[in-house]
């Protein structure tokens, strides 16, 4: 009896053991690695996995060069795809806050995300804001929509001018780690590092504009806008 009690003790270790691995292999964390080598962290809410940094890249999937556009004047009438980097400052600006793309490059078809990773839909960016706590006629609207959802998806306090977003109880809370790396205007200039981060869809709304998300410093919610194609966001790419 002695011995079968013990052989008992033994299997229920065992089993114990192994779900407690078990946890470490689901949550294991997936990093994605583009074209040009820059590897990216990931953060899976609800039922997506999204990029947790701001993609970097300057290639497209097949090797091709994504042409960069530093003067304002050639900016300002580009109908074709191009990037930039805020103020044109690699040094400053690439590590923190990644490539300002234009949405002709997030539109081409030679592929801005690496092999099994896509430019979020306007449908999915929804998505991801339902789970965060929006119903679904808020996240159908445009401009400032839902409570602390813009909160819970940025983060480095330090980065972001003061105001209501990081004051929330929620900000940072999910890892998304939205920064504020500005804009370039459709007319070159570029704005507003410190104060908003935007983020381009791959839907458009007109044959001149698509969707995108912005999160700015004064407000806790997220906005749905439609811009002029040739601005420049940031890009966040979600796992097919």
């Given at each position: ?35 040009d ?29 994504i042409?960069n ?12 795809e ?10 400053n600006?690439l590590?923190?806050?990644?490539v ?52 819970k ?9 003061d ?15 939205a920064?504020?790396?500005g804009?370039?205007n ?10 908003t981060?935007?983020f381009w ?10 969707w995108?998300?912005l999160?700015?410093?004064y407000?806790?919610?997220v ?6 194609k ?6 966040r790419?979600?796992?097919?």
């Amino acid at each position: 009896m002695k011995r079968r009690s013990r052989l008992i003790t033994v299997a229920v270790i065992i089993s114990m053991l192994a779900a407690c691995d078990k946890p470490e292999e689901e949550n294991e964390v997936i990093t994605v690695t583009d074209i040009d080598g820059n590897i990216y962290q990931t953060v899976t809410i609800g039922n997506q996995t999204w990029l947790a940094e701001n993609l970097k890249v300057t290639h497209y999937r097949d090797g091709t060069a994504i042409t960069n556009v530093a003067d304002n004047a050639e900016w300002a009438t580009l109908t074709t795809e191009a990037y930039c980097i805020y103020n044109n400052n690699a040094s400053n600006q690439l590590e923190t806050y990644g490539v300002l793309y234009n949405w002709y490059v997030v539109a081409d078809g030679r592929n801005l995300a690496p092999e099994g990773w896509h430019v979020p839909t306007d449908g999915e960016w929804k998505e991801l804001e339902m789970e965060l706590g929006m119903s679904t006629s808020e996240a159908d609207d445009t401009g400032w929509r839902g409570t602390n959802e813009g909160s819970k998806l940025a983060r480095n306090a330090d980065l972001w001018d003061d105001g209501d977003l990081k004051t929330n109880s929620e900000f940072g809370a999910l890892g998304f780690n939205a920064l504020p790396g500005g804009e370039r205007n459709g007319s070159g200039p570029f704005f507003t590092i410190g104060s908003t981060a935007y983020f381009w869809s791959a839907t458009e709304s007109s044959s001149s504009s698509a969707w995108n998300r912005l999160l700015h410093s004064y407000y806790s919610e997220v906005a749905r806008f439609d811009n002029g194609k040739r601005f420049g966001f940031s890009v966040r790419l979600l796992r097919d």
